[in-house]
């Protein structure tokens, strides 16, 4: 079988890791792909438009198509392919709207009844001013409804800062045309979790729960990042709680979709916040979430490539049995370079630790220079996700094997998954 993958992050070379130790014979294609994934099949200079992959799928004669981010299927890349009739895994434009669209996320969970933040969008910047002072007060989230990497969310503590984020989305539009319309949202608290589903548009096969660490700082300080680590499983992710996020959240969610005429076929990415009053969502993506990826996918006992292959054809789920995992747990700590998240330094050499069965290394922002020389090329240069047989282990080999990565400049978060850690010192005590 010959796999193209769309991206070049290390979410990608996770799926392309995974896919490998599934089937040795594989054959991978990585559009553009990065140095990790050279490692493991070929890499073509494409990126971007989907007629230019969609020609590149049809030359190599690929049997399956995945995509790995987010911008390239809001952009249509699937409704392109499948016109073609080239299987390929992901939704189309109209269902990725789930990510791409805020409004129509919040418009989706409404009409389900799905529990989420109470929002209301709007235009002009003035109506939107006075949602705040008249029916939402502060601490209050404002939004950029559309796509901006991460970063059209802006949490407001009092109502100046509401304002200025209004006129920073709505006026300077800081994010373009994401801000054409913005939302104010109700300021929700409690634990975040990552679930990723993989889903036909009627049935759903839930992976393991894991939690992001978005600040680039230790103990959760500083700006707001694409994700400084991850882990999984998260204690707090029991079976009834996913049972009810799956029969409350996911299922009436992809019944909605149906019901609209965009089923939804790929990987969701639910994003939870457990409120005091229970699990609500804070975001769909339409896509797997990168570092979450590198932790969740390592501990992956059943096949990955068989439900994704079934969904890229059109096939159902059903009858599919439930994907199982290894028992212990996955941490996973980037390794960003100086000046993440603002203005990273690139181009410098790098230095890795090898692979093993405990310790999978993934490249996320790494390059060859013309003379083979492997450096720094983005911002999350390297995730190293350590494996063992409970958290405390895998938490060490992640910290010891990202301190094993070299490079000038390097440095990562040593408390990635403290929120487990306290609760473990926490059952130990009692
Ligand atoms: P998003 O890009 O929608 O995931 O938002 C980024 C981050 O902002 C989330 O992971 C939360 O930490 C925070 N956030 C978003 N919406 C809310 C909300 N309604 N209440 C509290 N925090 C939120
Ligand atoms: N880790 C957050 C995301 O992938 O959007």
Redesign the pocket.
């Known amino acids: 079988m010959r796999v193209l993958l769309i991206g070049s992050g290390g979410r990608e070379h996770a799926i392309a890791d995974t896919l490998r130790r599934e089937s040795p014979a594989l054959e991978l294609i990585g559009a553009p792909g990065n140095p990790g994934l050279a490692a493991l099949g070929r890499t073509v200079a494409v990126s971007g438009d989907a007629e230019a992959l969609l020609a590149l799928a049809q030359s190599e004669a690929v049997d399956l198509t995945i995509v790995g981010p987010e911008a390239p299927l809001a952009a249509g890349i699937v409704d392109r392919f499948r016109a073609a009739g080239a299987p390929i895994f992901g939704p189309t434009a109209a269902a990725a709207q789930l990510e791409a669209s805020?409004a129509f996320a919040k418009a989706v969970m409404h009409d389900a009844a799905v529990p989420t933040?109470r929002a209301e969008t709007f235009r002009h910047a003035d109506d939107a001013r006075r949602a705040v002072l008249e029916r939402f007060g502060a601490p209050v989230?404002i939004?950029a409804s559309g796509l901006a990497a991460?970063k059209?969310?802006i949490?407001c503590e009092t109502l100046d800062a509401a304002h200025d984020a209004i006129a920073h989305i709505a006026e300077a539009r800081a994010f373009g045309g994401a801000g054409d319309e913005v939302l104010v949202?109700?300021?929700?608290?409690g634990e975040?979790l990552s679930l990723f589903v993989l889903t036909d548009g009627t049935h759903a096969l839930p992976m393991l729960a894991a939690q992001d660490h978005?600040r680039v700082g230790v103990g959760d300080t500083g700006p707001?990042t694409g994700g400084m680590g991850a882990y999984a499983p998260v204690s707090l992710a029991s079976e009834a709680l996913m049972g009810d996020v799956m029969e409350r959240i996911v299922l009436p969610t992809l019944t909605a979709m149906r019901a609209r005429g965009t089923p939804f076929t790929g990987l969701l990415y639910v994003?939870l916040?457990l409120t005091p009053t229970g699990p609500r969502v804070?975001?769909f993506n339409c896509r797997f979430g990168d570092p979450e990826t590198q932790a969740v996918l390592p501990l992956l006992t059943s096949s990955l490539l068989e439900p994704i292959a079934r969904i890229a054809r059109g096939d159902s789920l059903a009858g599919v049995p439930a994907l199982t995992w290894r028992a212990g747990a996955a941490v996973t700590t980037v390794v960003a370079a100086a000046g993440y998240p603002d203005t990273p330094h690139t181009g410098a050499a790098i230095t890795l630790p090898d692979m093993s069965d405990t310790l999978r290394v993934f490249h996320a922002g790494t390059r060859r220079t013309a003379a083979g020389v492997l450096v720094s090329g983005g911002g999350r240069v390297v995730a190293v996700t350590g494996l063992g047989d409970d958290f405390t282990i895998a938490q060490a080999r992640s910290r010891a094997g990202a301190a094993a990565v070299r490079f000038d400049g390097a440095f990562f978060r040593d408390d990635i998954g403290w929120r487990e850690a306290a609760r473990i010192t926490a059952v130990a005590r009692a």
């Open positions: 805020k933040a989230v939004k991460g059209g969310v949490v949202e109700e300021f929700m608290t975040e978005k707001n994003g916040m804070v975001e």
